[in-house]
């Protein structure tokens, strides 16, 4: 890594996209910055004050004002275009994704993969799979920035914040916070291992065979006695949860609320925010009960009985 380069080395699917853009308005920048100058000079020189009478006050032309007006606009309309179409693809993830969660905090990063692996300030994933990161913050604002794959979002305390990629090419690459969160900032940096896909399955098996995370969340849904409201045995008190996560969920007030990580988790620290319609605003709050990396658990097993598993069976 001694020798100089441009840009960063491109591992996904993103980054040629974002380094054509990039080069773009390089070219863009340069080529006018290159005409403008060059006309600067060229008349400075050649209506320079000894061979030239007092000029006199200009006066405007249509024509040349609409010129200067809308090429520039088309210009900027089309980078407009152009940069629209990369974000959306950026944030717009495949339906089938290896969902992995973020827990940044100062000064380290927290990563939960699905079958429960855990680890610190290192992110190992398949080559050739979409990731999609789930990311939340213990504290402050933290920004999750991996250069290679050209992908960088805010990690928010208090809510959920997501990216994806698609890594291209095996290999170790930089991971840094890129939001000055104090002291250490600069130390919350780590690697991200890209595997081909069976030394990640490899990988996620070895070491402690623990609970995925999904399991956990059970454990957690159980503990905290959410299954004495929320199963299909519990009655009228809370509503069940099998089948649920993914769906539109109508509310007490005539709303609607689509069933997320984000009302999962409003759920569970701010139950009297949204009630689902026909229930009392009974359920207690979590608040400062649930670290955030069991509320990721619990989300993962309250998904794992949602609506995209075969008609909300339930996983044992
Ligand atoms: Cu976390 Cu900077």
């Not at 291209?168 to 900032?185: A, D, V």
């Not at 159980?222 to 949860?241: D, F, I, K």
Request: net charge negative; glycine share 8%.
């Amino acid at each position: 890594m001694s020798e100089f380069s441009f840009i960063p080395e491109s591992a996904s699917t993103f980054a040629a996209q974002v380094d054509a853009l990039f080069w773009l308005l390089v070219a863009v920048t340069a080529f006018f910055t290159t005409v403008i100058s060059a006309a600067v000079l060229y008349f400075a020189i050649k209506y320079r004050r000894s061979k030239s009478p007092v000029a006199e006050p200009a006066r405007s032309t249509l024509a040349l004002e609409v010129t200067w007006s809308v090429i520039p606009l088309c210009i900027a309309l089309f980078i407009f275009a152009w940069g629209a179409d990369v974000f959306m693809h950026m944030n717009t993830p495949p339906a089938e994704t290896l969902d992995i969660y973020v827990t940044g905090k100062q000064w380290m990063w927290k990563i939960q993969h699905p079958e429960g692996k855990r680890e610190i300030n290192d992110l190992h994933i398949p080559v050739g799979t979409p990731v999609k990161l789930t990311m939340t913050s213990e504290d402050t604002i933290h920004s999750f920035f991996i250069p290679a794959f050209r992908t960088k979002m805010d990690v928010l305390p208090g809510r959920y914040t997501t990216q994806w990629f698609q890594a291209t090419r095996t290999g170790e690459y930089h991971l840094f916070c890129t939001e000055y969160c104090g002291t250490k900032h600069s130390e919350m940096i780590g690697t991200v291992y890209v595997m081909e896909p069976e030394a990640y399955d490899a990988w996620v098996a070895g070491g402690v065979a623990g609970l995925t995370a999904a399991e956990a969340g059970e454990q957690l849904f159980q503990g905290l006695g959410c299954a004495t409201c929320h199963s299909p045995q519990s009655g009228a008190r809370g509503p069940h949860l099998l089948g649920k996560y993914g769906t539109e969920q109508a509310l007490e007030g005539g709303r609607t609320a689509l069933f997320d990580e984000e009302y999962t988790r409003e759920s569970i620290l701010n139950p009297r925010a949204k009630v689902v319609s026909g229930y009392q605003p009974v359920m207690p709050s979590f608040q400062g009960q649930i670290s955030e990396e069991n509320l990721l658990r619990l989300i993962a097993y309250i998904k794992s009985i949602g609506a995209d598993t075969a008609s909300g069976e339930e996983t044992e």
